[in-house]
């Protein structure tokens, strides 16, 4: 981190403290030390924006405990940050605002993540779910709702409700209207 880097993270955790000190009424200083000392174990490759984020994540989970004291505001700092790089190293960092070098692997890349979103609005394009469902019968209708709600189904209502899916092999074949 440079210099200015530095500088920009310590007036925001400062910002941030000064909030949360507020809100909490935990002492300002001992949220900052609880807070600087949980950032310190961010990786290291995370970028300014990640480390505001964690600062972000760790201002809304100490807003949501309830804090007895600076030792535990610490304590749930640390425990914020170790989730957050748990996330942080599963995470693809692949970006395509970002070119890797190789023109060639970066373009067949947006060109498949491009060509299996145009598929999916092409196959899914033509198929209407209010058109599916006002072409159920009634009482079909009120059976799948009943379902939707997570009610139980009695065994005459669940196999009405198969008999009828079975008859119903063509209902959803795309249409093109």
């Not at 605002?97 to 394009?125: H, N, P, T, W």
Request: proline share 1%; hydrophobic share 35%.
């Amino acid at each position: 981190m440079t210099i200015d880097t530095k500088q920009t993270m310590t007036m925001q955790i400062r910002e941030t403290v000064a909030a949360l000190s507020k809100a909490t009424g935990v002492k300002a200083d001992k949220l900052e030390i609880g807070v600087k000392n949980a950032l310190r174990y961010v990786s290291h490759k995370a970028t300014l924006e990640d480390r505001f984020d964690v600062l972000q994540e760790i201002a809304l989970q100490l807003l949501s405990t309830k804090l007895p004291d600076g030792a535990y505001a610490s304590g749930v700092a640390r425990n914020t940050v170790g989730k957050w790089n748990e996330r942080f190293f599963y995470r693809s960092h692949e970006s395509l605002d970002r070119d890797s070098g190789d023109v060639d692997a970066d373009q067949s890349y947006k060109d498949m993540l491009i060509g299996s979103i145009e598929f999916e609005a092409r196959s899914c394009g033509n198929m209407d779910g209010q058109r599916l469902w006002d072409r159920l019968p009634g009482d079909m209708q009120k059976l799948i709702a009943k379902r939707l709600r997570g009610a139980r189904l009695s065994d005459a209502e669940r196999k009405a409700l198969e008999r009828h899916r079975k008859a119903q092999t063509g209902l959803l074949k795309q249409t093109t209207e």
